[in-house]
């Protein structure tokens, strides 16, 4: 089994034309995080918490359509693999300055790990219930820390850590 710490980016491919999708978008809202201007701070901006409100809203949305269409009968396209794309691949999430974005990294990282692995990426499309249900706690996750925690928390007065390369090389 793949440490999810080490390597997230495994599989690269999965049965379920749908899976892709949602996990590229992941990916693609992990990247935002990572880029952004909050990573190299220990606040998180407005615009910041803003886009990822919206990213988490959008990635609800797309798995709630996908998890509310008829399953596709593909007999003849049934085990043809489709290929992950990663923005973050080989990307270190944790080595970012922000203890806030390392946690919300974590958790759409583990929802992007708990789709290529599930039992509905070895389907041809469709999602189970029981792997819609484990997306949908993961982003309660992620909406409950973005809003009870880091808009009510930061910024937090730090000076003595502000500086990240003194953290980083005490480590």
Not at 137 to 142: G, P, S, V
Request: charge should be negative.
């Amino acid at each position: 089994m793949t440490d999810i710490a080490s390597d997230p980016w495994v599989p690269n491919s999965v049965s379920n034309l749908n899976i892709p999708g949602i996990v590229e978008r992941c990916d693609r809202a992990v990247y935002e995080m990572l880029e952004s201007e909050s990573a190299r701070l220990n606040d998180i901006v407005p615009a910041d918490i803003e886009r990822f409100q919206a990213n988490g809203e959008g990635l609800r949305t797309y798995v709630d359509v996908i998890y509310s269409m008829d399953v596709l009968d593909l007999p003849h396209s049934y085990e043809a693999m489709y290929p992950i794309h990663y923005a973050t691949q080989g990307v270190d999430y944790d080595g970012v300055k922000n203890k806030s974005i390392r946690d919300l990294t974590r958790l759409l990282v583990n929802g992007w790990v708990q789709w290529t692995r599930s039992e509905s990426a070895d389907r041809s499309n469709a999602l189970y219930e029981s792997d819609y249900n484990r997306w949908v706690k993961i982003l309660d996750a992620y909406d409950g820390m973005l809003k009870a925690y880091v808009i009510e928390a930061t910024p937090m007065d730090t000076p003595a850590s502000s500086s990240y390369e003194l953290v980083s090389n005490a480590q």
